[in-house]
């Protein structure tokens, strides 16, 4: 809809979808993975995408956050810098997380993004400027260290951690310290 501006209102109409209907998947009351063929195809009609398109991001099921971690990891190692800011532009799954309301990947993604943007020069995508004024409630911590300072009861590990973290990375209240030694 945002791509197409187009409201709610004017996609009802369009696609002969109840109103109240629409907005119940809008707002997530109603899963579209849930709904009928015919609503799915009449709002993929009305979008101009496939009906595939349309319902792939309900679909996708979310992974642990350590191993999204690692999954990003391994992409901008495969991909390298320059090709991985390009690959993550183009997908816009920065914003498709945060819509989601998946925020710990949303975050780290974007400041992946910003970190291997500063790390080669390249001016910071303007498209996300809403998202760099938000951060975590909690800090979020590496589950190894998490698990260290737990074991000892007490936080000298999480306060290193913190000493060392990538200054994109915190912004977002996310500890991360190391994104490019994978194997």
């Known amino acids: 809809m945002q791509k197409q501006n187009m409201t709610k209102y004017r996609l009802s109409k369009n696609s002969g979808i109840p109103y109240t209907t629409l907005t119940d998947i809008i707002s997530g009351k109603a899963l579209l993975s849930k709904c009928s063929a015919e609503t799915v195809y009449k709002l993929s009609q009305a979008l101009d995408i496939s009906m595939e398109d349309l ?6 099921r979310r992974c642990s956050f350590e ?20 690959h993550t532009l ?10 989601r309301k998946w925020y710990p ?19 910071l ?15 979020l911590y590496p589950s190894s260290i998490a698990a260290v300072s737990a074991a000892a009861d007490d936080d000298t590990a999480k306060q ?5 973290a990538i200054p994109e990375f915190m912004r977002f209240n996310i500890v991360e310290c ?6």
């Open 67 to 86: 191993l999204f971690k690692s999954n990003v990891c391994h992409q901008l190692k495969s991909l390298g810098d320059i090709d991985f800011i390009i």
């Open 160 to 164: 290193k951690a913190r000493a060392e």
């Open 125 to 139: 995508c303007k498209e996300y400027r809403d998202l760099r004024r938000l951060s975590l409630k909690e800090v």
């Open 55 to 60: 319902l792939a991001p309900y679909l996708e």
């Open 105 to 123: 990947e949303s975050f780290y993604l974007l400041a992946m993004l910003d970190y291997i943007s500063r790390m080669n020069d390249v001016p």
């Open 90 to 99: 183009e997908k816009d799954k920065i914003r498709e997380y945060y819509d």
């Open 178 to 183: 190391e994104v490019r030694n994978v194997v």
